[in-house]
């Protein structure tokens, strides 16, 4: 454990999830050497400028973007399945002197040098979303909750994805049924939740409820409050952590929130946000102040992010995530598993290291706000603790899973990342029989 880390983990004093970067950062940028305070911190000065192709990128950065990285995103961009949209607050937060380490950058803009080959068993709908879905758009496998997508598009496209299937249009190498904020659908998801009294939680998701306007948000919250078994509403938006001028400035669509939460309130129910910081490198003074509107409002935030190497997979950066999330009263709520999806096998990383963060994160600050550390499982098993598998061969990266209250008497496996497994198990991996014998043993291993 380096220095740093020791000292993070083990000064009581140190304060460093106090500090919000608070500079003109942006102006790094050559395009933006000029652009003011105001102007950045204008939702609309952000949506103008997001960046959606590597040209633009090119433009502006000018010389500070160098020949080679130039054609390594040009590659990238030829097996991603995801399309490029990067909001300039995440770009200018880049550093570009090193883009190729970059955490964000790891998270927006693939570059072909650091693509691997898809796992074998990875899955387009690796959670089994499609299969559980009673009518488009809706998925329902827990009794009491159901999963809403309302739209496929989201303000940045993160590379890591789960539903890159659907969201954010065709690329070079996948086709795509992208279908935005698609209202014609929604009443039939109302209906549905009518009919089902069962129901009583609604994840909105997509997709990113930043891209809903004011108007469909209050239309999704007033049709799910009006039906009396459904008590809990989630919007799922990763907006605040990737664009906070919208909360500052874009007071239509706040307000829009706020009354939501509180009509919700005066129900007896609940409207939050689950939004979705996966880095200390994306918190500045922006966020806190954001999240400070929010919290004085009453509205409450919770975090959910997902675990990849070398953007926060190291104890000091994941200490100092949750530590600063809960400084801002954002509550850290999960660390997922990366999911088995494709394009991404890169950023994965093993179930051990899950495990191995979940100890050394546990115990730092106070037990509600620490994230619980979960494995989604591929097939639709839902989301179980890192801990709770039931077998684990760690040298061909196999674990074994089952979800009593979910698929009762079913199976569940997931997969460490071959390029972290040694030489022989690697080996073992190329043989497609040899493969299929080691899933069964382990199962068998496991007594399930
Ligand atoms: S914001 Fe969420 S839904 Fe949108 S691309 Fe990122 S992970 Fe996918």
């Known amino acids: 454990m380096s220095l740093s880390k020791q000292v993070l983990l083990k000064d009581p004093t140190n304060t460093l999830h106090r500090q919000f970067k608070n500079d003109e950062f942006w102006q790094k940028i050559p395009a933006w050497s000029s652009v003011t305070r105001a102007e950045f911190g204008d939702h609309k000065w952000q949506i103008k400028n997001t960046l959606v192709k590597i040209d633009q990128i090119q433009k ?18 030829k097996i991603t399945p995801m399309n490029i949209r990067i909001t300039p607050y995440v770009f200018a937060l880049i550093n570009w002197d090193n883009p190729i380490d970059d955490p964000l950058r ?11 080959p898809d796992h074998p068993f990875h899955m387009e709908d690796s959670l089994s979303e499609d299969v559980d879905s009673p009518v488009p758009t809706l998925t329902h496998r827990y009794p009491d909750k ?19 299937r659907i969201i954010g249009g065709s690329t070079e190498s996948v086709e795509k049924d992208t279908y935005g904020a698609n209202q014609t659908k929604w009443d039939a ?18 997709g990113d409820a930043y891209m809903l306007t004011a108007k469909q948000l209050t239309y999704i919250a007033e049709s799910l409050l009006a039906i009396p078994h459904v008590r809990r509403m989630r919007f799922a938006t990763k907006g605040i952590a990737i664009f906070p001028q919208k909360i500052l400035t874009d007071d239509e669509w706040v307000n829009a929130v706020i009354a939501m939460v509180k009509k919700a309130r005066a129900m007896g129910k609940q409207a939050v946000i689950h939004t979705h910081f996966s880095s200390p490198i994306e918190i500045t003074e922006w966020s806190r102040l954001a999240m400070e509107r ?33 400084f801002m009263n954002i509550q850290p709520y999960y660390i997922y598993m990366h999911d088995m999806v494709p394009g991404c096998e890169h950023l994965r990383t093993t179930l051990r290291t899950g495990v191995s963060l979940e100890k050394a994160v546990r115990g730092t600050t106070a037990g509600f706000n620490t994230p619980t550390f ?3 499982l591929p097939g639709g098993g839902g989301k179980r603790h890192v801990a709770s598998y039931e077998y684990y061969d760690e040298e061909n990266g196999i674990s074994v899973w089952t979800a009593p209250n979910v698929k009762p008497g079913k199976v569940f496996t997931y997969f460490d990342p071959i390029h972290c497994l040694n030489k022989d198990a690697q080996a073992r991996w190329g043989e497609e029989k040899t493969r299929q014998e080691m899933v069964q043993s382990a199962k068998k291993r496991s007594g399930h």
């Open 106 to 116: 790891k998270q927006f803009l693939p570059i072909a040098s650091q693509s691997l």
């Open 60 to 77: 502006v950065l000018g010389p500070r973007l160098s020949d080679s990285f130039y054609r390594d995103m040009l590659g990238g961009q």
């Open 189 to 206: 998801v109302f209906d549905y939740i009518k009919k089902n009294p069962t129901i009583e939680d609604v994840v909105i998701s997509g």
């Open 146 to 164: 159901v999963l809403f997508l309302p739209t496929t598009i989201c303000p940045v496209y993160c590379n890591y994805c789960t539903r890159s």
């Open 374 to 376: 979960v494995c989604d």
């Open 294 to 326: 929010l919290y004085f409002e009453g509205v409450l935030v919770r975090n959910q992010a997902v675990l990849q190497a070398g953007v926060n997979d190291s104890v000091e950066e994941m200490v100092l995530l949750t530590r600063q999330l809960s």
